[in-house]
């Protein structure tokens, strides 16, 4: 845990705002896993005739 007791202000926004950039960031790795597995699972799904 950080003890964030004898930060600045300007300290504990900077923090915050790495913390959020850092957030989004891993937001934006998942989402781009998970659009890979999905157009993964559609090619082999067309690939061997189980779509539509």
Do not use: S
Not at 9 to 25: C, D, H, S, T, V
Not at 26 to 38: E, N, Q, S, V
């Amino acid at each position: 845990m950080i003890d964030t007791q004898h930060w600045t202000p300007e300290m504990l926004a900077e923090f915050k705002r790495r913390r959020r950039g850092r957030n989004y960031l891993l937001l934006a790795a998942l989402g781009g896993f998970c659009l890979l597995i999905y157009a993964i699972a559609l090619v082999k799904l067309h690939e061997y005739g189980q779509m539509w």
